[in-house]
C-alpha cells in the first residue's frame, strides 16, 4: 500500500478529511451492522437530540507504524470500555465492545495510506464518537444514535512537541462531584472553551483545574491528566472521581513501576505541595506526555527543576518507554497492542 505524499514531520494537531469512515446506527432498540463509508458528512434534522441537548461522547486513540513496518493500535479494548461508561452515563445504548475493537481495525485499515511512517512524529488519530440523532425537544434521552469512527493524521499536540510548556490555575471549574467529569462527554469540552480561550489569551498554553468541592486539589487539565515526580523520583497522580481516567496515566503508571522500578502513588494531590515537584506533565492520547515547566496561580510561578528547554529526567524516561511500547521497540506488556497490518 502506498502512503499519501503527505508533510509528515511538520503536521500540527488538526484535522484532515482521509478515504473512509466507520457507521453504525441504533434504531428501533438495536445496532445495525454497520459499514466503511465515503461521505464525511452527516444530514440530520435540526431537532436531533445532539443539537438540543449535547447528548454525545466520544473516544480518541491512535495507530501508529511500528519499526518493523506494522501498523498497530494501543489499547483500543480500554476506549471501547470507557465509551460504554461515557453512553451509560448520558443514557445511551452502549456500542458493543467487541464491535468497536473490529470498527477501529476496519477503519485504520481502510486508511492505512495515511498512517504515517515510522519515525516520522505524526500518528494516525482515531475519533469514535456517537450522539443522539432523531428529533428531541422534551428533555429526555434520544431514540436513535448513529456511532462513527474516523481518522486523522495528526502531529503533537501543543505546538513544539517535546518543549515544555507553561500553564495557569484556572478560576473556572471543570467537573463538579457526582457529574461528568470522569466521562468522555462533549459537553464536558464545550464548557471548557471559554476557560482555555481565557487561558491562551492570558499567554498560557492550558489550564490546570483543581477540585471544584474544595479547590485545593490538582485535578487535571481541558485534554490531559498530570503526572508528578518528587525530588525522590516517586511517580504521583491525582486521584480523583472527577478526572478522566486517562488511559496513557494507567499505561505509564504500570511502566513506571514494572519497566522502571519506580515507585508510584495515586493520591489527593493539592495544590499546595506542587511547588515541591521536581517533574511536572500532562499525560494523554493526544499529548502523549507533554512536559510542563511553570505553573502560573495568579501572577505567583512555580518553576520546576526540569527547567523549560526540555523534559526531566524521569518523564523523560517515561516518554521514551512509553513510545516504545507503542512503536514496537520495547516488548509491551500482555494485550497492549493491537496489530492491524
Ligand atoms: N483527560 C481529559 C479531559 C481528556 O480529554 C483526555 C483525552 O482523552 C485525557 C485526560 C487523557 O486520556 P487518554 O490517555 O485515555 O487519552
Ligand atoms: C485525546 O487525547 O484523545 C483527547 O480526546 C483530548 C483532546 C483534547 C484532543
Redesign the pocket.
Same mark, same amino acid.
Given at each position: 500500500m502506498e502512503k499519501k505524499n503527505l508533510d509528515w514531520e511538520n503536521m500540527g494537531f488538526s484535522y484532515m478529511q482521509t478515504d473512509k469512515r466507520y457507521v453504525a446506527n441504533y434504531k428501533d432498540g438495536k445496532w445495525d451492522d454497520g459499514a466503511l463509508i465515503d461521505d464525511a458528512n452527516i444530514v440530520m434534522n435540526e431537532c436531533a437530540g445532539v443539537l438540543q441537548y449535547s447528548q454525545s461522547v466520544f473516544?480518541?486513540?491512535k495507530a501508529y507504524t511500528t519499526e518493523d513496518g506494522h501498523i498497530v493500535t494501543f489499547r483500543p479494548d480500554?476506549?471501547a470500555s470507557?465509551m460504554v461508561d461515557s453512553a451509560k452515563r448520558l443514557e445511551m445504548p452502549p456500542f458493543p465492545e467487541e464491535r468497536f475493537v473490529d470498527a477501529v481495525a476496519q477503519v485504520v485499515k481502510a486508511n492505512a495510506a495515511y498512517v504515517p511512517p515510522y519515525g516520522s512524529g505524526a500518528t494516525l488519530y482515531i475519533r469514535p464518537y456517537m450522539f443522539g440523532i432523531n428529533p428531541v425537544i422534551g428533555v429526555k434521552p434520544a431514540d436513535e444514535y448513529q456511532f462513527r469512527i474516523f481518522t486523522t493524521p495528526v502531529g503533537p499536540y501543543f505546538k513544539g512537541g517535546a518543549k515544555p510548556i507553561t500553564i495557569c490555575v484556572s478560576d473556572f471549574d471543570?467537573a463538579a462531584p457526582h457529574g461528568t467529569g470522569h466521562i468522555?462527554a462533549g459537553l464536558?469540552?464545550a464548557m471548557s472553551l471559554h476557560a482555555i480561550v481565557t487561558a491562551h489569551a492570558n499567554g498560557f498554553d492550558e489550564n490546570m483545574y483543581l477540585d471544584s468541592a474544595t479547590r485545593t486539589k490538582v485535578e487535571?487539565? &481541558?485534554? /490531559?491528566?498530570f503526572i508528578f515526580v518528587t525530588k525522590d523520583n516517586k511517580v504521583v497522580t491525582p486521584h480523583s472521581s472527577t478526572?478522566?481516567?486517562?488511559?496513557?496515566?494507567r499505561s505509564i503508571m504500570y511502566v513506571a513501576e514494572h519497566y522502571l522500578g519506580l515507585e508510584v502513588e495515586e493520591r489527593d494531590v493539592y495544590f499546595d505541595e506542587v511547588k515541591d515537584f521536581a517533574e511536572c506533565g500532562l499525560? &494523554?492520547? /493526544?499529548?502523549v506526555i507533554s512536559p510542563v515547566g511553570k505553573v502560573v496561580d495568579h501572577g505567583k510561578e512555580i518553576c520546576f527543576p526540569s527547567g523549560m528547554e526540555k523534559m526531566g529526567p524521569v518523564t523523560q524516561k517515561l516518554y521514551d518507554t512509553l513510545t516504545g511500547i507503542q512503536m514496537g521497540h520495547i516488548e509491551a506488556p500482555e494485550g497492549w497492542i493491537k496489530v492491524i497490518e
Open positions: 473516544e480518541g486513540l480500554l476506549n470507557r471543570r468522555k464536558n469540552y487535571e487539565t &481541558g485534554g /490531559a491528566n478526572i478522566l481516567p486517562s488511559i496513557t496515566r499525560c &494523554g492520547t /493526544a499529548a
